[in-house]
T-cell receptor, first 114, second 113 residues
Framework: AQSVTQPDIHITVSEGASLELRCNYSYGATPYLFWYVQSPGQGLQLLLK??????LVQGIKGFEAEFKRSQSSFNLRKPSVHWSDAAEYFCAVGAPEGTYKYIFGTGTRLKVLA | DGGITQSPKYLFRKEGQNVTLSCEQN?????MYWYRQDPGQGLRLIYYSQIVNDFQKGDIAEGYSVSREKKESFPLTVTSAQKNPTAFYLC????????????FGPGTRLLVL
């Protein structure tokens, strides 16, 4: 069965430091992969997505993610974190072949220290 | 501007009461989804609809009902059978089912009085 694991529930970084949020998935074929961000009490905003092609994907707000098939991972990175990046981040897997289902990870809450 | 709107932002339910959450989109998307979000559990799929007048149960459909009479609208009713309705409810849509990005509304927080 498909699954998504975000092993870090909480992460704290200092403003200006680099960031990496981990995401591992379980799926037989190459899935569609997404990262979303959620501010408190708000909906989810798409940061970036991977469908095929270049395994390094650029997104909004200076984020990027790298798809590593051998590790079944799709980690999110940012070279220098801003205080406004404090939020909850969700990794999601969507399956191709017309299936409806997206599987979301349980989220990683990012705290940024001034 | 195209997007998804959800109303109300906050909703209070009394014991034994049915309440309906609104979701409207003007993106001309075929597929619409309802998710429930609880702290530490991520998002769980309640119902989804691939086309007008058609919808399917997701992983946690018990105690909920939906309708899809118009392409733009996908209301969710939380019935009295849902014993633990307190949660954040998110509506989403995609151009077509399963193969494209899902876009989310701002959410409705449901609280029980």
């Amino acid at each position: 069965a498909q699954s998504v694991t975000q092993p870090d529930i909480h992460i704290t970084v200092s403003e200006g430091a680099s960031l990496e949020l981990r995401c591992n998935y379980s799926y037989g074929a190459t899935p569609y992969l997404f990262w979303y961000v959620q501010s408190p009490g708000q909906g989810l905003q798409l940061l970036l997505k991977y469908f095929s092609g270049d395994t390094l994907v650029q997104g909004i707000k200076g984020f990027e993610a790298e798809f590593k098939r051998s590790q079944s991972s799709f980690n999110l990175r940012k070279p220098s974190v801003h205080w406004s990046d404090a939020a909850e981040y969700f990794c999601a897997v969507g399956a191709p072949e017309g299936t409806y289902k997206y599987i979301f990870g349980t989220g990683t809450r990012l705290k940024v220290l001034a | 501007d195209g997007g998804i709107t959800q109303s109300p932002k906050y909703l209070f339910r009394k014991e034994g009461q049915n309440v309906t959450l609104s979701c409207e989109q003007n993106l001309n998307h075929d597929a619409m989804y309802w998710y429930r979000q609880d702290p530490g559990q991520g998002l769980r799929l309640i119902y989804y609809s691939q086309i007008v007048n058609d919808f399917q149960k997701g992983d946690i459909a018990e105690g909920y009902s939906v309708s899809r009479e118009k392409k733009e609208s996908f209301p969710l009713t939380v019935t009295s059978a849902q014993k633990n309705p307190t949660a954040f409810y998110l509506c989403a849509s995609s151009i077509y089912p399963g193969e494209e990005t899902q876009y989310f509304g701002p959410g409705t927080r449901l609280l029980v009085l």
